[in-house]
């Protein structure tokens, strides 16, 4: 199947709750991002385990202060997060080194929508804690 650019422009707005496309849609609902120690292929594989206070954060399909969490970015055809988002700080263990993140439509268990290899792999040890600033996590839909 191909699909035109509005189509996939359609598709992102069901995703992350944007109005890029002209054809009338609602956001799916809420999202939640989830951290991978290799590709979620699929199946939503490889992701941290819920030992050491890890979870899956609220992204929502707005932000705190009204805006979309991400939005679209026509000049380089993907959705980039609007806000910094921040995950709790690794407690009595390790999480190991993050390669990936996913977005999911569940705090726990559900489908895995959508992931992103990340530009450089972070390993993330007992204290640390995992954030991506403003518009370094993007998501293309093809």
Known sequence: MSATDEFEKYIGDQIFGTTS???????????YLGLHTGSPE???????????DYQRVDVGT????????????????????????????ANGGDWGTV???A?????????????????????ITDGKQASFAANTLQFTVQ
């Not at 496309?21 to 999202?31: D, N």
């Not at 932000?63 to 995950?87: E, H, K, L, P």
């Open 42 to 52: 699929v199946d939503g594989a490889n992701e941290v385990s819920s030992s050491y």
């Open 103 to 123: 977005l999911w439509d569940s705090s726990t268990s559900g489908n895995c929508i959508a992931w992103v290899q990340l530009d450089s792999s972070t390993s």
């Open 99 to 101: 390669t990936h993140a």
């Open 62 to 89: 707005s932000s705190n202060s009204g805006s979309a969490m991400f939005d679209y970015d026509s000049s380089n055809d993907r959705y980039d997060n609007q806000a910094t988002i921040q995950f709790a700080q």
């Open 21 to 31: 496309s002209s054809i009338s849609s609602s956001p799916a609902g809420t999202l």
